[in-house]
């Protein structure tokens, strides 16, 4: 896996907001704004209350999520450490690198997680189950 990455490698970045009477606009540009092209973007919203979403792992994508609506939590896990961020305002969002155990959860009502990821969809970048994960990280 090369360097192994602990939650402390994740952070929020800040994204360009444009305020004008009639509103707000933030932008993301390709190649300027995340430190990855963005090669896939999908939302996930109308999530139950009590359900969580994630928990996975990627071995080679990066990940960009903001709360484009509402707020939720995403829970960092490097197998020693956890973090705990709230992601609430839509002109700022969290990379989390590859490497990372993530969760998103307690999605306030009417939420809606946008992501921007650096790969297209590929099932085997996936680690799906905690126990493979730590099984992933110690290699």
């Known amino acids: 896996m090369g360097k192994k990455v602990t939650v402390w490698d994740s952070s929020i970045v800040q994204i360009k907001k444009n305020s004008r009477r009639e509103g707000n606009i933030s932008i993301i540009e390709n190649g300027i704004d995340l430190p990855f092209d963005v090669k896939r973007v999908f939302y996930i919203y109308d999530i139950p209350g009590g359900e969580s979403r994630g928990a996975h792992a990627h071995k080679e994508c990066h990940q ?12 960092l896990d490097d197998g020693r450490t956890q973090r705990l961020i709230q992601l609430n305002r839509p002109y700022q969002g969290l990379h989390i690198p590859p490497g990372l155990w993530a969760s998103e959860i307690n999605f ?11 790969h297209r969809y590929a099932e085997s970048d996936y ?3 905690y126990e493979d994960y730590l099984k992933y990280i110690n290699e």
């Open 64 to 75: 960009f999520l903001v709360a484009a609506s509402g707020a939720f939590e995403v829970l």
């Open 108 to 118: 306030s009502s009417g939420a809606v997680c946008l992501v921007l990821t650096s």
């Open 127 to 129: 680690i799906r189950t």
